[in-house]
């Protein structure tokens, strides 16, 4: 669905302006809330990236080649968050381990260490590109590669459409009529109300993406898990 038909709906929703009159209105007020209304939708794609894994959104990385003794590498200029990292030494191809600053010295004894990484760490930016980690730090030229999320281009054009906005237009405005309703029309409760609705949305879409994945099996929630284990018990 184009952004322009998605704010027809969250206009509706919130019981504002029409579009058509929205979008035309020359008043500072009107102009600023027509501004917000394009944040709305792109806060809430961003939403949707964040909790959701879509494949059709995800991107690699180029395989980018290691230096003996290098800790840091730069990432593409629309890296936002890491999916998979894959390593190739000489012999094979195999996943690192992400690990964070709060528990880097927990998983890696020593920072300093050269070998064949097994684990990686985001941190920093280096001319605005996203820096990766390797640890152990490489000790000869091998190469690495990832899947992440990208960042999102903000819309602001009627026909904008992206495949998050056709796949899943309903979570889209649910997040977005959420966004409206706390930055239009200043109402919390009814923010959290669609923003609930737009949580229940991911985990359908999180469900339905992994569906295609043969490997993937649903394991049932604990109140599920504990009333069978009562009915058996009796």
Same mark, same amino acid.
């Given at each position: ?87 190739? %030494? ?5 996943? &690192? =381990? ?5 528990? /880097?010295? !927990? @998983?890696?004894? #020593? ?80 923010? %959290? ?5 737009? &949580? =229940? ?5 999180? /469900?339905? !993406? @992994?569906?295609? #994945? ?21």
């Amino acid at each position: 669905m184009i952004l322009q038909n998605c704010e027809k709906i969250i206009l509706s929703l919130i019981g504002f302006d029409r579009y058509s009159a929205l979008s035309v209105d020359t008043n500072a007020e009107k102009i600023e809330d027509f501004a917000n209304l394009h944040t709305c939708v792109n806060l809430a794609r961003e939403e949707i990236k964040i909790n959701t894994t879509i494949p059709s959104l995800l991107k690699w990385t180029s395989a980018i080649a290691t230096v003996a003794s290098q800790k840091a590498y730069s990432l593409p200029s629309d890296f936002d968050i890491p999916v998979k990292i894959f390593y190739t %030494d000489d012999t094979e191809e195999f996943e &690192l =381990e992400r690990v964070y600053p709060a528990n /880097l010295l !927990e @998983k890696v004894k #020593d920072t300093t260490a050269e070998g064949t990484p097994s684990w990686y760490m985001i941190l920093g930016e280096s001319s605005a590109l996203v820096q990766i980690e390797l640890y152990n730090i490489p000790n000869k030229v091998h190469s690495f590669k990832g899947i992440y999320k990208p960042v999102l281009t903000e819309y602001t054009t009627a026909s904008n459409e992206d495949t998050i906005m056709k796949r899943y237009p309903k979570t889209v405005i649910n997040f977005a009529t959420a966004f409206a309703f706390q930055t239009i029309k200043k109402d919390s409760a009814m923010h %959290d109300k669609y923003f609930a609705l737009g &949580l =229940e949305d991911c985990r359908k879409i999180d /469900l339905r !993406e @992994k569906a295609a #994945d043969s490997s993937y099996r649903e394991l049932p929630d604990s109140l599920l898990r504990n009333r069978r284990a009562d009915r058996l018990s009796k």
